[in-house]
Nanobody
Framework: QVQLVESGGGLVQAGGSLRLSCAAS????????MGWFRQAPGKEREFVAGVSWIGGSTYYADSVKGRFTISEDKAKNTVYLQMTSLKPEDTAIYYC???????????????WGQGTQVTVSS
């Protein structure tokens, strides 16, 4: 059974930085891609960034490109999301999710973490 556990959320001022972590257990080839999504109150869950465990290809939403960086540590089965130059509109619950290949559609993912709150104050 795949399990994902996020950590690292919190409250930060605009312009600040945070690093989120997603620790995976029970991972298999069918879960060789990790994605980060976020959901703000009253809004649909949206794709933020993703990385393939095989090959290391990365993907970003236009809204975070140049500010967020996704990375992986295979030895720790952990994916990180380094967030810099944070804006109030980045405020959301951030989730990691996994499947066998890249997709920006949250409905394509069967495995999710519990989420971690990120709040950016102005």
């Amino acid at each position: 059974q795949v399990q994902l556990v996020e950590s690292g959320g919190g409250l930060v001022q605009a312009g600040g930085s945070l690093r989120l972590s997603c620790a995976a257990s029970g991972r298999a080839f069918s879960t060789s891609y990790m994605g980060w999504f976020r959901q703000a109150p009253g809004k649909e869950r949206e794709f933020v960034a993703g990385v393939s465990w095989i090959g290391g290809s990365t993907y970003y939403a236009d809204s975070v490109k140049g500010r967020f960086t996704i990375s992986e540590d295979k030895a720790k089965n952990t994916v990180y999301l380094q967030m810099t130059s944070l804006k109030p509109e980045d405020t959301a619950i951030y989730y990691c999710a996994t499947r066998f290949r890249h997709s920006t559609a949250y409905t394509d993912y069967a495995y999710w973490g519990q989420g971690t709150q990120v709040t950016v104050s102005s």
